[in-house]
């Protein structure tokens, strides 16, 4: 076993670190890969959405200095991303630029009637099946709890039955299947399953 793997693993929030380094804003930037059509690649995402990162809204994984994931959470209708219209006019001009902005805030809507919502969980390929994510859910709950909150909601792809089978693990159930909502009619949305996890019981 490596010396990598032997470190204890650390669970941070964004916020309290000295600095951030572009390697962690690319690798919370890389998720979101359902908006493509809007948001586009991983190199478009990290520039449209890398300098508006809310680190309260993140926590990383790390072992010794290297950042293994992440989760990314919203509450309080503020989420990772605050991006204004500018990087999106930037790169895309500004009719295409505005309306892939306004698809983007649109789909950021959708999301405002959960309470606690965990919008984003990563673990870089190298350092999977570790329980490095359900570490981080674990102080995802700690947050949740913190800011006031009694249950933790998510939506996971339905194809996505790895992530989904650690949900369940860590006491989250199905509260429902959405196939196409009014939105995914017109934008290019996954069939997503909702899912819940009380703090209020063990799980
Ligand atoms: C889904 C994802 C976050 C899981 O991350 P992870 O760190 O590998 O998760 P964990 O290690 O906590 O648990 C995964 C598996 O490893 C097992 N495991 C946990 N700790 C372990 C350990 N020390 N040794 C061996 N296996 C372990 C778990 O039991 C689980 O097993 P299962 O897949 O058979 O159910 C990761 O695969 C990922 O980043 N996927 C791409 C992004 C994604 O799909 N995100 C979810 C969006 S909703």
């Known amino acids: 076993m490596t010396e990598t793997a032997t470190a204890p693993l650390r669970i941070v929030l964004g916020s309290s670190l000295p600095e951030h380094d572009d390697s962690i804003a690319r690798m919370i930037t890389s998720g979101r890969g359902s908006l493509a059509l809007i948001l586009g690649d991983e190199d478009c995402r990290y520039r449209l959405l890398g300098q508006s990162i809310n680190w309260d809204r993140i926590l990383i994984a790390y072992r010794d200095c290297a950042a293994l994931g992440y989760a990314a959470f919203k509450h309080h209708r503020r989420g990772p991303f605050s991006p204004g ?15 892939r902005y306004l698809l983007f805030v649109i789909s950021e809507c959708r999301e405002w009637y959960y309470g ?8 870089t390929r190298q350092a999977r099946h570790q329980g490095i994510a359900t570490s981080l859910l674990s102080e995802i709950f700690n947050q949740a709890r913190q800011s006031g909150h009694d249950r933790v909601e998510l939506e996971v792809q339905v194809k996505n039955q790895r992530a989904q089978r650690l949900y369940t693990q860590q006491g989250f159930t199905r509260v429902r299947t959405t196939p196409v909502n009014w939105l995914g009619r017109l934008l290019p949305f996954p069939a997503v399953m909702n899912m819940r996890r009380s703090l209020t019981s063990l799980p």
């Open 116 to 123: 606690f919502y965990l919008y984003g969980l990563r673990v």
């Open 85 to 99: 219209v500018r990087p999106f006019v930037r790169e895309f001009g500004w009719l295409r630029g505005g309306l």
